[in-house]
């Protein structure tokens, strides 16, 4: 689901991946508030506005969700 995420939000499908930066998705932080609603809507897990300045790659949102989800 964070991969069609990020693609609803702009992103190309072909270039995510775990270690995908959001710089090179073009990202930018709009983008990741937009995804933070996402991931809430699909997984209950909210992403505060400090976990989200932290996000770098695919990878730390992955890794970010799955240990709120514990």
């Not at 270039?15 to 997984?43: K, M, Y």
């Not at 209950?44 to 989800?69: C, H």
């Amino acid at each position: 689901m964070i991969v069609e995420g990020l693609a609803e939000v702009g992103a190309d499908p072909d270039l995510i991946n775990r270690d995908a930066t959001f710089d090179s998705l073009d990202v930018d932080s709009l983008d990741l508030v937009e995804l933070a609603q996402i991931v809430e809507d699909e997984f209950g897990v909210e992403l505060v506005g400090d976990d989200v300045q932290n996000l770098k790659t695919v990878g730390d949102v992955i890794d970010m969700v799955v240990a709120k989800a514990s």
